[in-house]
């Protein structure tokens, strides 16, 4: 089958770094995205990662290792708008068509 | 530019019943796509669309059908609404299914089957 795994909960405090973790196992892989969902919104799209090693985008950054099958999305200076969920999904198909997404990592910001 | 827009915002409706969820994206992306979302369970795709006339299912079609009649247009039809399809639906688009090509999501139809 497949599957992708990420802890359900994270809590931190304002200005923090925090790292959400994703292990996957598929059938096929051609790319890790991660994706950030407020409460009652939709999903937004964040980073993507189709080769090893750390994408930066402002304060966020996620990181492939594709032999650990493992990335993770790094946020750093953390604000109580960063309070949401975040999803990491796998481009499982050459052709693209089918992301698989994980169950989701709620994080908590505390000032 | 209104991106992926979806009706309606809500909607409740009984066991048997049929409706249409409506999908439209203004933004000329040829995939577009249809997820559920459930407590604890993530994105489920339901039914998927690489072009106009061309429709493929995911990993939960069962009970739902789609047509891409249009670039533009995507709609979900429930057959006989069941209780088991009480859910968040999100509609989806990307301007191709390459590398980095992210999916942009409409605001989502929260259904309730009693």
């Known amino acids: 089958g497949q599957s992708l795994e990420q802890p359900s909960e994270v809590t931190a405090v304002e200005g923090a770094i925090v790292q959400i973790n994703c292990t996957y196992q598929?059938?096929?892989?051609?790319?890790l995205s991660w994706y950030q969902q407020h409460d009652g919104g939709a999903p937004t799209f964040l980073s993507y990662?189709?080769?090893?090693g750390l994408e930066e985008t402002g304060r966020f950054s996620s990181f492939l290792s594709r032999s650990d099958s493992y990335g993770y999305l790094l946020l750093q200076e953390l604000q109580m708008k960063d309070s949401a969920s975040y999803f990491c999904?796998?481009?499982?198909?050459?052709?693209?068509?089918?992301?698989?997404f994980g169950k989701g990592t709620t994080l908590s910001v505390s000032s | 530019n209104a991106g992926v827009t979806q009706t309606p915002k809500f909607q409740v409706l009984k066991t048997g019943q049929s409706m249409t969820l409506q999908c439209a994206q203004d933004?000329?992306?040829?995939?577009m796509s249809w997820y559920r979302q459930d407590p604890g369970m993530g994105l489920r795709l339901i039914h998927y669309?690489?072009?106009?006339?061309?429709?493929d299912q995911g990993e939960v079609p069962n009970g739902y059908n789609v047509s891409r009649s249009t670039t533009e247009d995507f709609p979900l039809r429930l057959l006989s609404a069941a209780p088991s399809q009480t859910s968040v639906y999100f509609c989806?688009?990307?301007?191709?299914?390459?590398?980095?090509?992210?999916?942009?999501f409409g605001n989502g139809t929260r259904l309730t089957v009693t």
């Open positions: 933004m000329n992306h040829e995939y």
């Open positions: 999904a796998v481009r499982a198909d050459q052709a693209g068509t089918a992301l698989i």
């Open positions: 989806a688009s990307s301007y191709t299914t390459g590398d980095n090509s992210p999916l942009h």
């Open positions: 669309s690489v072009g106009a006339g061309i429709t």
């Open positions: 990662n189709a080769l090893d």
């Open positions: 598929t059938s096929g892989f051609y790319g």
